[in-house]
Each structure stands twice: as structure tokens, then as C-alpha cells.
T-cell receptor, first 116, second 112 residues
């Protein structure tokens, strides 16, 4: 399967712990996005990378959140000192600049985080 | 800040057309309308997008009103596998790319 993959698919943690999620985009895609989806709501944009550069961050991304894409391939999203309000599905998407401006974002299956 | 408004739920009979409405009265002139759907426990899946003109692909048709304040997604012959949450989305430009601003979605139930 050559789609976007995310690991782990599920994560249960205790409040105050740190967690890290990984996203592997489609191999030729240089653009990578993170979204967050809470129960019953549509996804909300968090941040965007073009290659290794983080070009946009939502105000939803508090200072407890950090995202990296060190070699322009996979990305990690870390949440420090987790809070119960961080419980959500974290979705990763990728797209290719080669297809022009109108290209679609391909989403992975998401990582569901539960903070107890 | 959601830019789209959709009914929370709809249903239709299998084999009939499903018409999903969306209001986006504050959309700007260069912002596209996208539709994605999400089946339980999966990531959103792209369906179709458009700017001004009506669009059609193998999955659906998109009808955008002339004033661009609303649109309708049409699934011409709904099947049970089309049961999902359908999101009407405004695409907003940012540095070298764009972000998708999702609404709350319409839960479509296709009845046998």
C-alpha cells in the first residue's frame, strides 16, 4: 500500500505524559499537513511542511505541541504534558507540488489519542 | 473558523440520487470548494472540488451557484457503501500551498 501511513493507530496515555506520533507521507509528496479531529467535528488544520521547512502553524498548536520533518520525508508530532483536552484523532495528509495548485491532500488513517 | 454550513444528517434510498447541500456565504473569490467524505475510523477521502463552474467526475457532481454562496454535491446512484460523513470544505491559500477548512459535515445514511 503506497498511501499515507500513521503510527501508532491508537494511543492511550495518562495526563501529564509525553506522546509522539509518526506520519509517513506518499513517497514523492513534498508537502505534509497535520490536522486534529475531535469527536463529532470536522478536522482542524494544525501545521504544514514543505520538504523539511515548517511554513504554517495554527494558533491551535500550543507550545506543548511540536512537529518536525527533519529530512523532508516522515514527520513526527509530539505533545508534551498531555491534557484530557488533547484527546482527539490526529490526521496526517500529504500532497505533491508536481500536480499544480489544485492537487488534493491524501489523508492517512489517523492516530486516535486518549488521555486519561 | 468554519466557513461552511451543512445539515447534520440526511438519508436516501439505495440507487437514488443523494443531494447534499452546503452554504458558504463568506467564501472569497479565489477560494475553492472541496468535498471529502469520511467512513468510520478512516481518514477523509477526496471526492471533488470546484471554483466557479460545475464539475463532474467518476464519483460525483458538484453544482456551485452563480453567486458561489452555496453548492450541492450529487451522488447520482447512491449505494450502501456511500454511507459516510460528507464534509464541505473551503480551501484557503497559505505559503506555497493551502489548508482545508472543514465544516461539521453531513452524516449520510443510504437505506437498502
Amino acid at each position: 500500500d503506497t498511501g499515507v501511513s500513521q503510527d501508532p493507530r491508537h494511543k492511550i496515555t495518562k495526563r501529564g505524559q509525553n506522546v509522539t506520533f509518526r506520519c509517513d507521507p506518499i513517497s514523492e509528496h513534498n508537502r505534509l499537513y497535520w490536522y486534529r479531529q475531535t469527536l463529532g467535528q470536522g478536522p482542524e488544520f494544525l501545521t504544514y511542511f514543505q520538504n523539511e521547512a515548517q511554513l504554517e502553524k495554527s494558533r491551535l498548536l500550543s507550545d506543548r505541541f511540536s512537529a518536525e520533518r527533519p529530512k523532508g520525508s516522515f514527520s513526527t508530532l509530539e505533545i508534551q504534558r498531555t491534557e484530557q483536552g488533547d484527546s482527539a484523532m490526529y490526521l496526517c495528509a500529504s500532497s505533491s507540488h508536481l500536480a499544480g495548485v489544485d492537487n488534493e491532500q491524501f489523508f492517512g488513517p489517523g492516530t486516535r489519542l486518549t488521555v486519561l | 473558523d468554519a466557513k461552511t454550513t451543512q445539515p447534520p444528517s440526511m438519508d436516501c434510498a439505495e440507487g437514488r440520487a443523494a443531494n447534499l447541500p452546503c452554504n458558504h456565504s463568506t467564501i472569497s473569490g479565489n477560494e475553492y470548494v472541496y468535498w471529502y467524505r469520511q467512513i468510520h475510523s478512516q481518514g477523509p477521502q477526496y471526492i471533488i472540488h470546484g471554483l466557479k463552474n460545475n464539475e463532474t467526475n467518476e464519483m460525483a457532481s458538484l453544482i456551485i451557484t452563480e453567486d458561489r454562496k452555496s453548492s450541492t454535491l450529487i451522488l447520482p446512484h447512491a449505494t450502501l457503501r456511500d454511507t459516510a460523513v460528507y464534509y464541505c470544505i473551503v480551501r484557503v491559500a497559505m505559503d506555497s500551498s493551502y489548508k482545508l477548512i472543514f465544516g461539521s459535515g453531513t452524516r449520510l445514511l443510504v437505506r437498502p
